[in-house]
């Protein structure tokens, strides 16, 4: 609703309930449908912005907290100097939807969560490394997903399931998502 009533910070984090987070044995299968129609409300806004929506100068991080417990072929890569806190695990999955982001573009470079606090450093003129430990680690700023060369894209709506509507008439009990 916060879309949809023009209420939309700079940076917002958007975060599911635990039935639609995706964690194995742990939701409804919501998630995929959850995801589209937050990325449907950001690419189908039309009355923020005298009228501009914010498809054109929003970007979407869409990522997991963690590897689900699935099989993955490569092991987590050492970081030169152990750290007490989280080191980097098996890989996530991230997607990147943006009216700049060519379709279909793959970056096979090595990102981490950090990598996001970099991306809006970058873009809010907000110096390198200040927002903590994450982003003062991280070795790049996903700006390589972006290009001002190209023309922004049309929005074309994801097609799920369950919509919007579903999920903000949803009474069921909101759990946390995780709980580390």
């Not at 984090?13 to 635990?18: H, Y």
Request: charge should be negative.
């Amino acid at each position: 609703t916060d879309i949809a009533h023009c209420n939309l910070s700079d940076v917002s984090w958007v975060i599911p309930g635990a039935q639609n987070s995706d964690h194995a044995d742990y939701n409804a299968g919501g998630g995929p449908s959850w995801v589209a129609s937050i990325v449907n409300a950001v690419g189908n806004s039309n009355n923020c912005d005298h009228g501009a929506g914010y498809w054109e100068d929003t970007a979407i991080f869409i990522t997991w907290d963690d590897w689900g417990g699935w099989y993955d072929h490569e092991a987590p890569p050492l970081r030169p100097q152990p750290q007490s806190d989280y080191e980097w695990g098996f890989r996530v999955p991230l997607l990147v939807v943006s009216a700049y982001t060519p379709a279909g573009y793959v970056d096979n470079n090595k990102y981490d969560f950090g990598s996001m606090l970099r991306f809006v450093e970058q873009n809010f003129g907000i110096e390198e490394g200040v927002l903590g430990f994450a982003d003062a680690r991280a070795d790049n700023d996903l700006t390589s997903f972006f290009g001002s060369a190209y023309a922004p894209r049309a929005f074309k709506t994801i097609q799920s399931p369950l919509d919007a509507t579903y999920f903000i008439n949803d009474k069921s009990p909101q759990g946390d998502p995780d709980d580390d």
